[in-house]
């Protein structure tokens, strides 16, 4: 099971591109890797996922070089809401089942 | 993006007493959910594995008889915690994962527990 390693905080300001860099140098060639973000008593929220490159949707890009041992989550133009823990997560997926261990994740700061 | 549905949003128990969360699955079919423990300022403790149809399969040091999962149908896994003590009172979170060819994980919302 891979372990992922993240910056335990990080502070920005409002209007600002914020990238979080998650390690995982033992990542099998069937996992994922998923992002979430989360608030103070709430449950995470997916953000983004993917296995190699870039992907990018509405709220945030993933880039992944091709060695896979590490990702970036990007997060274009931040404001004070996005003031929240980010962790990072890879999973297997396959015939082998199904399980995600949780990092200590990223607490990321936003400044007016 | 799919929804979990997670029950209750908080309870306060006395110690001794027995509390069930329940966790759905709205607009996915779950054969396999996840229960979490989180403490505060703390990332998420995986506890078990709730598998639809057969037995959870729990992390070690996570005991079986206090924390027992039921997986009954496609959409609904309950935790109980049994014999709440204030050293379980913590916020518990669970997730269920969508299949097809876009898996992904998706979570409840977290339920608070305090035992008094």
């Known amino acids: 099971l891979a372990k992922t390693t993240q910056p335990i905080s990080m502070d920005s300001y409002e209007g600002q591109e914020v990238n979080i860099t998650c390690s995982h140098n033992?990542?099998?060639?069937?996992?994922?890797i998923t992002w979430y973000q989360q608030f103070p008593s709430q449950g995470p929220r997916f953000i983004i996922q993917?296995?190699?490159t870039k992907v990018t949707n509405e709220v945030a890009s993933l880039f992944i070089p091709a060695d896979r041992k590490s990702s970036t989550l990007s997060l274009p133009r931040v404001s004070l809401s996005d003031t929240a823990v980010y962790y990072c997560?890879?999973?297997?997926?396959?015939?082998?089942?199904?399980?995600?261990?949780f990092g200590a994740g990223t607490r990321l700061f936003v400044k007016a | 993006g799919a929804v979990v549905s997670q029950h209750p949003s908080w309870v306060i128990c006395k110690s001794g007493t027995s509390v069930k969360i329940e966790c759905r699955s709205l607009?996915?079919?779950?054969?396999?959910m996840f229960w979490y423990r989180q403490f505060p300022k703390q990332s998420l403790m995986l506890m078990a594995t709730s598998n639809e149809g057969s037995k959870a399969t729990y992390e070690q040091g996570v005991e079986k008889d206090k924390f027992l999962i039921n997986h009954a149908s496609l959409t609904l896994s309950t935790l109980t915690v049994t014999s709440a003590h204030p050293e379980d009172s913590s916020f518990y979170i669970c997730s269920a994962r969508s299949q097809g060819a876009d898996e992904k994980l998706f979570f409840g919302s977290g339920t608070q527990l305090s035992v008094l």
């Open positions: 993917g296995y190699k």
């Open positions: 033992n990542i099998a060639t069937n996992d994922y």
């Open positions: 997560l890879v999973a297997y997926s396959g015939t082998g089942g199904f399980k995600t261990i």
């Open positions: 607009d996915f079919q779950a054969t396999t």
